[in-house]
Structure formats: C-alpha cells, structure tokens
C-alpha cells in the first residue's frame, strides 16, 4: 500500500483550473519528485496532499486515511509534515526556539499550561539543529539568518514533527552551489537514518536525478509522465517540455 | 514574553504596593486598587493580544458581565464571597466560550467586528434587563462583607487576588502552551502544520482572557458597590486595548504598565478637563504611528544593546 | 415600513464602508463618526439658512463637501503611512479616529442633543391606500435605491469605476499597470466617507443628533457587512434590506427585544457562510 495515494484529484480556482485529473502514488521509502516548469501547479499540488487547501475533485488518502475533512494540524499529527517554497517559520523566535515550539506541538504539550518551557526538550533542540548544521544559531532570531541557513530550519522544524512522509517544497531553491551540495548530502543522510518518505519539487535537474527514487512530471496541472528516472528521461513528452534544457 | 528582568520588576513592584498601606494616604491606596484592577483586565485582554495574537473589541463584555454576575451572586442570592466570585468567573469564562467559539473561526479583521459587535449586545442586554442588572441605572447597591468595607482590608483584599492572577497567568505564558499561543500569533499557517490545532488554541486564550476580565469585574463591583452598563460600553474596551499597547503587547508587564500610566493620566486629567477620549485617542494614534511596541519597546530601544 | 425606510439609509452608510473594505481592506471603526459628522454639519448649516428645502439640500451637500475634505488630509496625512504595515494597526487608527472625532464633535457643538425638522418639501405623509407614511421616510427609502443605482453604474460603467473594481481585485496588479494606486487609494477613502457624511445627513430629521449617535450605527453597519459580505456593494444592499425587514418582524415579536434579531442572523450568517452572503472565501480570494 503505497503510503500516499492521490487519486484523480483536480482543483478549481474560479474559472482557473490549477490542477486536472492527477493520480499518483507514492510507495513507502521512496525519494519522490515533482518536477514541472513554472506555474505547472506543484505548489499547488502540495497545498491539497498537506491539507491546506480542499480539492474540487478526487481523493487523496494518507496511510490509508482519507484527507478529506481533516484539518493541516491533524494531518500533521498522522505523520506528515512540509516545508513551504517561501521559506515559513518563526522570524522573530530564535532558531532554537523554532524547533522547540515544533516539538512541544508534537509531543502534544502545547496544552500543558504549567510546565515551565525554559528548558523543555533543550536536548532535543540541539539534536536537531545540530542535524542540519545550525547548531551555532540557536540563539540566533530565524529571520535574521543566511536564506540557505532558514532552508535548513526549516528542515529541522519539520523534522520534529517526526514525520513519516516529508513535504518539501523547492528545498534547494536561492541556494548557492556549495550549498546545494551540503543540502542534498543532508537530505539523502536525513531520509537513510529515519527511514522516511520524501515528496519533494525541484527546479534543479542534478539534485533531482541524483536523489529521487521516482519522478512525476506536471505540466499544465496534468501528470504527463511518471516512473523511474531514466524512465522519465527518455520520455519524448518530458524532453519535448523541458527543450532546451538539459 | 516573560524574562528574568520582567520577574524582578513585578517581585520589586509587588513589594513596593504592600508598603503604600503603612506609608501612603487613603486616597493613594485608592488609587491604587483602582490601577490593580485594571491591571488584571490588561493582563486578561493581553492573554488574547500578545498571546495569540487576537485583538478583541470587545473585551468589557467580561468585565462587566464579571462585575454583574458577582453584583447579582452577592446581593439578589446572598451566596458567600469566595462562591460569588468563583460563580462570577464561571459565567464570565461561559460567556465568553460561547462568543469565542463563533469569533475565533474569524479572520482578524472579521474577529474584531464581531468582538465589538458581541460586547454592544452585552451593553444593550444590561441595559434593557431591569429585574437582573438594575437597567439603566445600574446595579446599585451590593452586600459586601463587612471585613471588606474597611478601605485597607479591601485593598489587601485586591492585592491578593491580583498578585494571584498575575502568578498564574505568568505561569501560563513561561509554560509549553504559552509558547504554543506565540506561534500562533507569530505565524498561524507555521503553527498548524506543526500539529497545533490554532482554532483551539485561540478559543482556550479566549475564555483563560475572558475568566480573568470577569475577576477584575468582581473587583471593580465591589470597590464601587455596584455596577453601571458603561462598563460594557466600546469605549471601556478601547480603553483597555490602549493600556495595553501603551504597555507594550509583546511583553508580560506591558499591560501592567499601560494600565497604570493610562489610569493615572485619566485621573490627572480629569481634574482639568472632561476632554478625556480625545487624549486617548490621540495617545492610540502616536502608539499606532511611531510606537508600535509600546512603553516596553521604547525601553528596549533605549538600552544599550545585549549580547544574544 | 419605517424599518426598510432605515434600513435604505443604512445601505448608504454601509456603501462606504464596503467600498473602503473593498479597495483600502480596512474596516473603518471611524464609519459612525463620519455618520456624525454628517449629521453635525448638515445641522449646523441648517441653522444658518433656515430649515428650508434649499436649507436642507445644502446641508446635504455640505455634510459631504466637509467631510470628504477632513477624510482626504486624514487619509492623504496620517492614515498612507500604515498602509504597508499590519492591519491591525490600520484597525487601530480608526479606532483612535473615533475618539477624537468625537471629543472634537463635543467641543465645537456640546452633548447636547439637537433635532432638525424635515424640509417643508418631504414633510407631511402620503396616502398608501392602507395608511398614510411619512413622505420624509419614503424619501428615504428611494434614496437607498437610487444611491444604490448610481453606484452600481459608476462600477460598471465607468472607467473609474473599473480602476476601483480592478484595485479591489488586484492591487500589486493595478500598479504594475502604471496606475496611481495612492490616488485610487485616496478617492475611494474619500467617497467612502463622504457617502457616510450623507447618510448621516440624511438620517439627521429622523433621528435625535447627539455625540452618542455614531456607536449603534456602526454596530448595524457591522451587521449588514457581514450578513452581506465585506466588500461587496450588492451586499450590503441585500444585507441593509434584511436588517430592515428582520426589524420589522422582531419589533412585532421581541418589541425592545428586537436588537436580538439582527445579532441572531448574524450568528447563523457565521456559521454557515463566515464571509456573507456575497463575499469571498478567503480560499476564493486567492
């Protein structure tokens, strides 16, 4: 049973249809991408499988739980947990109060009016900045950090969640080429340890060939094709879309 | 919203009221019962403003539906001090459970028409229900027991029960959910997908706000023997939003500080001139313009930058 | 029947809330206050023509010149500078607007309470066959119509009209475009206001003209924006009707009770369809 199945889901917008008729599955353990040129409805996409918006049409299930009437912080709770394509946490709290707040939602302590949050879960925070190599920025505001290094929050913030499927949206997106690398390293190291489930956008070519399992190609809203790598590769729709590039 | 240097001020500012009964005059330790009880109706609205992030037009609604409740409790059904004021904070934090439950689904533009809107039916209700509030005229007139009628007995009184609730709702925001109710005013879309249900969240800042408003209530109702609809009215809401931003939102003291800054300069004015709104509005219209983080900001801004 | 004649003023006040709402997305907390300046003025210039027709229609149009002028220097002055910043604060402003419009209010004319009567011309009742109505409320309840039609012509009609539904949609959109978004901004502050000014006006032969005018109109301009939906003209046309009809059934069965009504259609409004009966859903919007 594939860990997220989306099933003939299209999404309106008035008279814009954003998202027509796509079907995907994404297996347990895989590394799956959605690649697309601009405006093809990734993030889009992405709002209806992490819940933040409803589809006009279809279903989507999550471990085998119908997405459909639940809310993004249920959702959340079931295992799912996302980065946005505009870097989204908590400017004016310090990095390490970011990943602390993500672990007090998480562990379900945001109802514990009593307990002092001074230093609950200081060991846990430091893990996982540690993790994505922030550990020097605890105390420092997130909004006042480098972009790559606000990706990388990001991912610690998410990963609090302990999640078993990952969202992430365009994760390498403003970053340099050494930064690229460190990212990829990070998320290949990330997703081998804990075993899990990535669903990610790309623009970057390399970083997708090098580390997705799977690829679905959208364009227009539509799946126009979708498999292995070398699979989508050869495939005469993608290169006659992405002619030019490489 | 709480540090160790906003711990000190409130332990030395505690310490320095429990002196003003043996050194300062009757009309001081007045005075000073006064600002504690908007002090605790600051503190309860910032509950919502600096917590979650919701600003409510129409906090008096708890205030006074606070001060009727406990008014009414005393005198119409004779009941006890210490079971009308916990009957009080019940209907205070009832009420505002079930105006919460409609606002909080509300974006906050919505969310402030309508807690306005709540608190003017609130104002209305006291005013046309005669048998129960005194309409009109108001509730005059209240059962108080008599250790409380002696002035330095009721302000130990007020001392109390303020420095309890500010215990308790300091407790609250150095807690896990006092974190919890930052991200959600600091980025609500961030904070439902990390598992927090911000609905939720909202609506329990809601009655925690609303309980707290309702004990100042009982505060006022006996301090004044009685209870009168303007306190329901927009204008005491409006002036409890601005002790708070004068205050500082971001901060635990900031209430405090606004309440007794705006409290003080309204009763020096008032000596002067009738012309009090408009002192108001234009002390809102500086905060709003050029100082948006209050007296707290300012501070912060004064002193010399710390090492993070 | 008094109710709907009420209700047709109200759309006019709640017009120029939408329409602010709509462009400036700003609920002005200062919408009752302009209402009394409107009334305030209009009686003022009534004092000094006479309680003539051409007394009145002066009155009118002065209420809507001097507020229109006041609402350009707050907006152009004081109000611009938050436009990039939180809504809050913008939310703020008005509010503070309202105090001190109001104390102003009582500085220059006392809390007393003044009354103007109704021009000699729409004095009197007509003869409905079943009753006689005041003409002076059949006035105004003409009034709300054809404001309405004027508006909606000017919408959809007109180039200006166009820039203003365009600004509503699309602001980022509209500068890009190279038009002068301020000025937009500006005018439709201005109109939004001066159309308050002229209900209050309007409302002044009908209703006692005093500082505590402003605080239950802007209740009722808040029920008929969220039953109606901010933002939307047509809605608040919908939304005034409803108020005023719900008025007239409460009074037969809640008699003072009847303010209960309108917050109870509010309520089920909230429930079922948060963004009124012609708004937007924040996910639409988008």
């Given at each position: 049973m594939a860990i997220l199945e989306v099933g003939n889901v299209s999404k309106r917008f008035g008279n814009f249809t954003a998202i027509k008729g796509v079907s995907l599955n994404v297996e347990a353990g895989a590394t799956h991408a959605i690649i697309g040129p601009n405006g093809a409805g990734k993030t889009t996409l992405f709002n209806l499988v992490s819940g933040l918006t409803p589809p006009s049409e279809g279903e989507i299930r999550f471990r085998d739980r119908r997405l459909a009437r639940m809310r993004p912080h249920d959702i959340v709770k079931v295992g799912m947990a996302r980065s946005f394509q505009k870097v989204n946490i908590f400017p004016r709290k310090t990095a390490a109060e970011n990943v602390q707040v993500a672990l007090i939602a998480n562990s379900g302590m945001n109802y514990n009016f009593f307990r002092s949050a001074r230093r609950l879960f200081h060991d846990e925070t430091m893990e996982l900045l540690a993790l994505v190599k922030c550990a020097d920025d605890a105390d420092r505001r997130a909004?006042?950090?480098?972009?790559?290094?606000?990706?990388?929050?990001?991912?610690?913030?998410?990963?609090?969640?302990?999640?078993?499927?990952?969202?992430?949206?365009?994760?390498?997106?403003?970053?340099?080429?050494?930064?690229?690398?460190?990212?990829?390293?990070?998320?290949?190291?990330?997703?081998?340890?804990?075993?899990?489930?990535?669903?990610?956008?790309?623009?970057?070519?390399?970083?997708?060939?090098?580390?997705?399992?799977?690829?679905?190609?959208?364009?227009?809203?539509?799946?126009?094709?979708?498999?292995?790598?070398?699979?989508?590769?050869?495939?005469?729709?993608?290169?006659?879309?992405?002619?030019?590039?490489? | 919203m709480t540090s160790r240097p906003q711990l000190i001020f409130l332990l030395v500012m505690f310490a320095l009221l429990a002196v003003l009964p043996f050194v300062g005059s009757r009309y001081f330790v007045e005075l000073a019962v006064q600002v504690m009880i908007f002090s605790l109706f600051a503190l309860s609205l910032n509950v919502l403003a600096g917590h979650v992030?919701?600003?409510?037009?129409?906090?008096?609604?708890?205030?006074?539906?606070?001060?009727?409740?406990?008014?009414?409790?005393?005198?119409?059904?004779?009941?006890?001090?210490?079971?009308?004021?916990?009957?009080?904070?019940?209907?205070?934090?009832?009420?505002s459970f079930i105006i919460g439950i409609l606002c909080v689904r509300l974006n906050a533009i919505y969310f402030s028409m309508?807690?306005?809107?709540?608190?003017?039916?609130?104002?209305?209700?006291?005013?046309?229900?005669?048998?129960?509030?005194?309409?009109?005229?108001?509730?005059?007139?209240?059962?108080?027991?008599?250790?409380?009628?002696?002035?330095?007995?009721?302000?130990?009184?007020?001392?109390?029960?303020?420095?309890?609730?500010?215990?308790?709702?300091?407790?609250?925001s150095a807690s896990a959910m006092g974190r919890a109710f930052v991200a959600v005013r600091e980025n609500a879309v961030r904070a439902s997908f990390l598992g927090i249900d911000t609905k939720r969240?909202?609506?329990?800042?809601?009655?925690?706000?609303?309980?707290?408003?309702?004990?100042?209530?009982?505060?006022?109702?006996?301090?004044?023997?009685?209870?009168?609809?303007?306190?329901?009215?927009?204008?005491?809401?409006?002036?409890?939003i601005i002790m708070v931003l004068l205050g500082g939102v971001h901060s635990f003291v900031g209430p405090i500080l606004g309440a007794t800054t705006l409290y003080l300069l309204e009763t020096t004015t008032h000596q002067y001139t009738e012309y009090w709104p408009i002192v108001m509005g234009l002390i809102l219209m500086v905060i709003v313009l050029v100082l948006p983080d209050g007296l707290v900001g300012l501070i912060k801004r004064l002193r010399p930058q710390r090492r993070a | 029947m008094n109710s709907l004649s009420l209700g047709m003023n109200l759309f006019i006040i709640a017009a120029g809330l939408t329409l602010i709402f709509g462009v400036l997305r700003i609920v002005n907390f200062?919408?009752?206050a302009f209402y009394m300046i409107g009334a305030y003025v209009a009686f003022s210039i009534l004092q000094l023509t006479g309680e003539t027709n051409v007394g009145f229609a002066l009155g009118v149009v002065g209420a809507a010149l001097v507020m229109g002028v006041v609402a350009f220097f707050v907006e152009r002055g004081l109000l611009a500078r938050l436009y990039d910043k939180d809504h809050m604060l913008q939310l703020l402003f008005t509010f503070a607007l309202v105090l001190i419009i109001k104390d102003i209010v009582k500085m220059i004319w006392g809390s007393g309470q003044f009354s103007i009567s109704t021009p000699p011309a729409l004095s009197g009742a007509v003869n409905l066959g079943i009753s006689y109505y005041p003409t002076y409320m059949l006035f105004l309840l003409v009034t709300g119509p054809v404001i309405a039609i004027a508006l909606w012509y000017a919408m959809e009609r007109t180039r200006w009209g166009r820039v203003v539904r365009a600004a509503r949609l699309d602001r980022e959109m509209l500068s890009a475009l190279g038009t002068d978004v301020k000025l937009v901004y500006s005018a439709v502050f201005v109109i939004g206001s001066m159309l308050a000014a002229i209900g209050g006006a309007l409302a002044a032969p009908r209703s006692a003209v005093d500082p505590g005018m402003d605080a239950l109109i802007i209740i009722d301009c808040f029920v008929i924006v969220v039953i109606g939906g901010l933002g939307s003209l047509a809605g608040s046309f919908v939304g005034a009707l409803i108020l005023g009809f719900l008025t007239i059934f409460g009074s037969f069965y809640l008699q003072e009770w009847v303010i209960v009504a309108s917050y109870v259609m509010m309520v089920v409004i909230l429930l079922v369809r948060p963004w009124g009966l012609f708004g937007k859903s924040d996910e639409e919007r988008h």
């Open positions: 909004g006042e950090l480098a972009h790559g290094r606000q990706k990388q929050l990001e991912l610690a913030v998410a990963l609090a969640a302990d999640p078993k499927l990952l969202l992430l949206d365009e994760p390498t997106a403003g970053m340099s080429i050494a930064e690229t690398k460190a990212s990829i390293e990070l998320i290949k190291d990330i997703v081998a340890k804990r075993g899990l489930t990535l669903l990610f956008t790309e623009h970057d070519m390399n970083v997708v060939f090098e580390i997705a399992s799977t690829i679905s190609v959208l364009h227009h809203g539509e799946i126009i094709a979708s498999g292995l790598p070398h699979e989508v590769r050869e495939n005469d729709d993608v290169k006659r879309i992405y002619l030019g590039k490489d | 992030g919701a600003v409510s037009f129409g906090h008096a609604a708890f205030f006074a539906i606070g001060g009727y409740a406990c008014a009414f409790f005393l005198t119409r059904w004779g009941w006890p001090l210490p079971l009308a004021m916990a009957g009080a904070v019940v209907v205070s934090a009832a009420a309508l807690t306005l809107a709540f608190s003017m039916l609130v104002w209305a209700i006291a005013i046309k229900w005669k048998p129960v509030t005194g309409g009109d005229d108001g509730f005059v007139g209240i059962t108080m027991p008599q250790a409380l009628t002696d002035p330095t007995n009721f302000f130990w009184f007020t001392y109390a029960v303020f420095a309890a609730s500010a215990a308790a709702l300091w407790v609250l969240m909202r609506l329990i800042a809601f009655v925690i706000a609303g309980a707290f408003a309702g004990l100042a209530g009982c505060l006022l109702a006996m301090y004044v023997r009685g209870m009168y609809p303007t306190t329901a009215f927009w204008t005491q809401s409006g002036q409890v | 200062a919408h009752g």
